[in-house]
């Protein structure tokens, strides 16, 4: 087996032609939408949802950041997405909540407050009449947590329920012009930064533009306050992961890395099936919000990424069916990051024999034994089984991560893995 990416610098590249959309997917990947930028004007945006515990997160933030900032904050209460953003929408509504519960300690905020749906109305309604004062807003909003914590009833002003739908309306409508989907997201000069996870892209966007009063970092982490006990050593990682992920190749790579620094060293690679290989729909605002999202992400990794040719169909299940399951764990995690380059950064079309044979042997492996299991046909068996059990697991996603009784969703929040491996 090849050395695992010594310094996990770079991988090898194919060498290989990259595909001509691949060259169109790259000039998106590094650019923000010019039509949003032009409709956005420099007002600071935060879409606030009732009932989403990262909004609430984020008007905790927002009441300290507003002070500092030199432009002007608009709060913008929209409705609850719709199923093709929420595909899995109990199972998504019930993580976010855990999340926002263990992130809040660590950026020294409030934990949010669980608002019942039969109150959604009554608060949005309330919410509402603040209208545009970013701090009329945030004290109702306080004001409404409070009084929801305590089972007390809301007092003010509340806006009519025909005034109340026509405002969600208009800005969701607003929201999906300028590019997005989802509540507890800023929008700054027609770009997006989620809940406080793009805090840190936001702030030099801000500082970038003079429009913060002083330097001071918006809202630090501090992994040591994540209130969930460490787990015992030499507890397993689970770790799924889908070829049509960008997020997942980021994570594959980070995982190389922490496996070539000694940590991690009980794995266990679960490759699944693409959401939307699982009937769940991937609305083209997501597409192109997640490739945008990924590119800048991957620039702070230092990870390649935006020379891209999308594996959905045969390139992915190509992929699945020569996944080498009875190899090492380094040279699983090196094959799914191999392919994850392959097609998120060298823009090679994964339906070619030459293509996957650069990722079977870049991986340390043997071709001919790769050709000879193709011959049999596709088999995803063992993806099902691996989607069966993160959905056993109450997660729905990738790059999803299970230690012991821990389980977390997203790249973002491999730091929790560290923290609770002891290797921060």
Known sequence: MPDPMPEMKTLPRAGLRPSLQSRVAERIASSRDPIARLRAGKTLELYYEVGDAHSQLCASMARTLLPRLQVPLQIRLVPAPDVSAYPEQDKQRAFASLDARRIAPCHGLPAPVAVPP?????????LAAAGSNAEAFLQAELDAMTAIASNAGLTGPALHRDSLAALLKANAERRRKLGHYLPAMWQYHGEWFWALDRLDILYTRLIAAGALRNAAPLSPLDPQQLPEPPAP???PLEFWFSFRSPYSYLAAV???????RGQLQTLQVRPVLPMVMRGLPVPRNKRLYIVRDVKRCADVQQIPFGRIHDPVGDG????????????DADTQLRYCAIAGQSVWAEGLDARRDDVLRS???RSGLDWT????????GIDTTRAEANREALFAAGLWGVPSFRLGDFTTWGQDRLWMVDRLTQSV
């Open 233 to 235: 050593i030499g507890t």
């Open 254 to 260: 980070e995982l190389l890395r922490r496996r070539a």
């Open 118 to 126: 039969t109150r959604h109305d009554a608060v949005a309604a309330h």
């Open 359 to 361: 990722v079977i042997e």
């Open 369 to 376: 034994a790769a050709q000879q299991t193709l011959a049999q």
């Open 316 to 327: 992915v299940l190509r992929l699945l069916t020569v996944f080498p399951y009875t190899a």
